[in-house]
């Protein structure tokens, strides 16, 4: 019995491409869906919690754009502290911050919209933080022969988790109600609960390797200036940019415009359920099938796809519509994301030959990212406060990620024949 049970989980690993993750990277990527799990409520619930405190959707993309704006400020601080105290304790400094901005919403919930900078700025602080950590850790952690399959890992876990917890947050907010005046109780709840969840997770990351921190000198403008001139990692960069246009707004505003039509927590944490579902299976896909060889064949195929999907938005735009085009939009916005990732952080791996580049240039992209998150946020928000004014929004952020497979493209090629002449920043 004790046999087949081995065959079997062997047979999974093989199905999963577990088998091909090194032992670091597979409880980095557990402390990473432990991160997931107590963030999910602040990432799918503040949005529809600023909506019920306001009654519109205003401050909530007013808060999603300051929080996009404040984010490379905190990835530059984290960049600093990353480079004297390593990318752990810069990870670690996040989870805190986390539970610091969790505990404060617990004091100010009722109000909440008066304090909406302050959390943004929060938000921002302790995301730079943690996703310091995580770019640093990722090229490290994998090769570019399993890079591909160690990111679709993250993707399913990340599937999982969307899958499970923002149904399970969804049913408590919503059956929480009628208990307290403004239907705040669940909330309360769902908060408190996310602080013990993070405080496990932090007590687990001693489980990494310990760090080989050298006290070097980072600088931003160093990771500027050799980014500008170096026309492989420039082109990644703005990729980044290109591809934030759409990714940003499109992680809140579906389940924004859902929530306008029937305001029900729990109808969200169903659309969040089954965006996971097929993001797993999106991400099972492409760990099979992806090879740097066809990244962007994928990425081309997504978005033709999302691209003619937006059309049903025009036909008629009810629930029903949202939810079909949020299933679609989950499954093939991993065929762009995944691949434009893997080729990221080989582009990571084949110009920033230490750590402390690789925390230069991850600030660097941080910007471009961000401010691309901005600069959708913002021409979504001025297009008409109607139906139709939405749905082109949607479609002109689509449309422009045929740009950011274009820039793509052109640093997939020259990866192929990049060899790194300059010589590395001395640590």
């Keep these: 019995m004790k046999n087949g049970w ?12 577990l088998d091909r993750l090194t032992d670091t990277f597979r409880t980095f990527a557990l402390l990473h869906f432990g991160f997931l799990i107590f963030n999910n409520l602040q990432t799918v619930f503040i949005n529809t919690l600023f909506f019920r405190l306001t009654g ?12 996009y704006v404040f984010n490379p400020i905190g990835t530059t601080l984290a960049m600093y502290y990353a480079s004297k105290k390593g990318s752990t304790k810069a990870m670690r400094l996040g989870f805190f911050t986390f539970i610091f901005l969790y505990a404060f919403f617990l004091c100010v919930m009722d109000a909440a919209v008066w304090f909406m900078p302050v959390i943004a700025f929060l938000v921002s602080w302790a995301g730079g933080y943690y996703w310091m950590g995580y770019c640093i850790k990722v090229p490290l952690y994998t090769t570019d022969d399993n890079r591909d399959v160690s990111l679709s890992v993250i993707g399913m876990g990340t599937g999982i988790v969307n899958l499970i917890m923002p149904t399970i947050t969804g049913g408590i907010i919503s059956a929480c109600a009628g208990v307290m005046a403004g239907g705040l109780l669940g909330y309360y709840i769902m908060f408190a609960l996310s602080i013990v969840v993070a405080l496990v997770t932090v007590y687990h990351l001693k489980k990494l390797p310990k760090d080989q921190v050298i006290d070097s000198k980072v600088s931003l403008k160093r990771g500027f200036r050799k980014t500008f001139r170096n026309r492989l990692m420039l082109e990644a960069v703005c990729a980044e ?10 992680a809140f505003y579906l389940n924004i415009l859902l929530f306008e039509l029937i305001q029900s927590e729990a109808l969200i ?6 965006t996971g579902l097929f993001s797993i299976l999106a991400y099972w896909v492409l760990g099979k099938r992806l090879k740097p060889s066809n990244r962007i064949r994928y990425m081309t195929g997504g978005v ?28 093939f916005n991993n065929f762009l994301l995944s691949p434009g990732n893997g080729i990221y952080y080989s582009v990571v791996q084949k110009t920033c030959p230490t750590n402390t580049e690789s925390a230069e240039f991850s600030t660097v992209k941080s910007f471009f990212l961000d401010y691309g998150r901005v600069a959708g ?42 060899v790194h002449e300059e010589a590395p920043v001395q640590e």
Excluded at 269 to 274: F, R, S, V, W, Y
Excluded at 388 to 402: A, D, E, K, M
């Design 269 to 274: 944490g169903a659309n969040t359920l089954l």
């Design 304 to 331: 033709t796809t999302m691209l003619v999907c937006t059309l049903i938005l025009f036909v008629q735009m009810d629930v029903i519509t949202i939810l079909l085009f949020s299933v679609i939009n989950a499954f």
């Design 6 to 17: 081995k065959q079997i989980w062997s047979r999974a690993e093989g199905l999963l491409g």
């Design 56 to 67: 519109g959707a205003d401050t909530t993309l007013q808060y999603n754009l300051i929080t």
């Design 241 to 250: 940019f290109l591809k934030g246009i759409r990714e940003g707004t499109l």
């Design 377 to 418: 946020v913002l021409l979504v928000m001025l297009m008409p406060k109607t139906t139709y004014g939405s749905v082109w929004g949607i479609l002109l952020l689509t449309v422009l990620q045929y740009a950011a497979i274009f820039v793509s493209s052109l640093a997939a090629k020259r990866l192929e024949t990049y």
